[in-house]
């Protein structure tokens, strides 16, 4: 069974204690595995991925082949997980999330943002924001809204 865990601890400050981690759980409707894939091709790292069926919690054939679980963990601490909801439970609908990236690495995270636009609307182009940073915001072909922060990029 695939449990949400982190396998690296190079995303904290060296000596901080490590207990508590939150990460984005995305929702899906029969899309998860083709947004997980897509999202890997994008971050990189590993994915993991468990189907109704393997986890033993198909209760309609439909689900069988449904993620029950996915994650992908990357070397740099990043950790996305997903699922779909059984047809026992309602669509999930819009939320009022957003998924955030930032940090310092201007092409790392030029690279996450070119992938993610792909089929995705541009809410907020990827250029130098009011505070100083490079900042843009877009929503993803799956619905989900990204926003990438490049601290100090714009110089």
């Not at 699922?83 to 819009?94: F, N, Q």
């Amino acid at each position: 069974m695939i449990v949400p865990t982190r396998t690296t601890e190079s995303a904290r400050p060296e000596g901080a204690p490590v207990s508590v981690f939150l990460n984005p759980y995305l929702g899906f409707r029969d899309q998860a595995r083709e947004a997980l894939n897509f999202y890997h091709g994008v971050l990189g790292g590993e994915l993991k991925s468990m189907t109704f069926a393997e986890g033993g919690m198909a209760q309609d054939p439909a689900d069988a082949d449904k993620v029950m679980h996915g994650q992908i963990q990357t070397d740099s601490g990043l950790l996305l997980m997903a699922s779909d909801a059984p047809a026992s439970m309602p669509t999930p609908t819009e939320s009022r999330i957003s998924v955030s990236l930032s940090g310092d690495d201007e092409e790392i995270l030029t690279g996450y943002w070119n992938g993610l636009a792909e089929g995705a609307t541009v809410v907020e182009p990827l250029t130098t924001a009011p505070w100083g940073d490079t900042f843009g915001m877009l929503t993803d072909r799956f619905g989900v809204t990204w926003l990438v922060n490049i601290s100090g990029a714009a110089g």
